[in-house]
């Protein structure tokens, strides 16, 4: 018996390299998407509307009146809630006139317009956030019993099965991100909340943080390899 990420017995898993290499992908990308917001945080804009202000201004824009907007703990732990109908701007986020922050608050709003609009990516998504939560939960501890009771398969296989399904939700998560964070850029372009001259600093802003998703799947998809290595020419 081995525990996942040691190797078989005491020996070393070179497969292990995989994990270190998501680890570096999502890190670097974490790292980016903060710098780059901390940069262009410093830029306040030319009309000193808050964060806050320019979502609300947004959503009345596109019609949408049926959503709160809420200031919440954290940094860049913005985030739209179509459960309750809550668009939460963070401590970095709510009371700042930065570009950056008016960035991230038109990306939140992209998401409330997705929700209003019944984008189909998105409601595909939502649907298969309880498989998600389930499947999150229960593959690595299905793989480590399986492991423990003889390599017993047919537990392991469902484990990574049920891990398969983090990666399919992150890659779903994809178009919905990145089409929030183009209409952000449409609606700030083609509105008077910023001038033309501060729209490249929100992209490179949107930009950085698509990456962090694109990281995510990519680091999922070198565990699940890793999973299908190990575990997919093993026999009874």
């Known amino acids: ?92 986020s709510f009371t700042s006139t930065s570009v950056a922050a008016i960035g991230v608050a038109a990306h939140e709003v992209g998401h409330a317009i997705q929700d209003h609009e019944g984008y189909l990516p998105m409601r595909l998504r939502a649907s298969f956030v309880p498989l998600v939560n389930i499947g999150s939960t229960i593959s690595f501890p299905l793989i480590l019993i399986g492991m423990l009771l003889g390599m017993n398969h047919t537990l392991i296989n469902i484990g990574i099965y049920a891990f398969a399904l983090v990666l399919i939700f992150q890659i779903i998560t994809l178009p919905v991100e990145f089409n929030a964070s183009m209409r952000a850029v449409n609606i700030l ?47 009874d």
């Open 1 to 92: 018996m081995f525990p996942i990420g040691m190797g078989y017995g005491f020996g070393f898993d070179p497969t292990f390299i995989l994990v270190i290499i998501g680890a570096a992908i999502a890190g670097i990308a974490q790292l980016n998407v903060t710098s780059t917001f901390s940069r262009y945080d410093k830029v306040t804009s030319k009309n000193q509307i808050t964060a806050a202000q320019a979502a609300e201004e947004i959503m009345k824009s596109a019609n949408i009146n049926d959503i709160t907007v809420n200031h919440i703990s954290g940094h860049l732990t913005d985030n739209y809630n179509p459960g309750n109908k809550t668009l939460n701007l963070s401590d970095a």
């Open 189 to 235: 372009s083609q509105g008077t909340l910023l001038e033309n001259s501060e729209i490249p600093a929100v992209k490179k802003v949107l930009t950085a943080a698509a990456l962090t998703y694109v990281a995510a799947v990519l680091s999922t998809a070198l565990q699940f390899l890793r999973l299908v290595i190990l575990f997919g020419n093993q026999r």
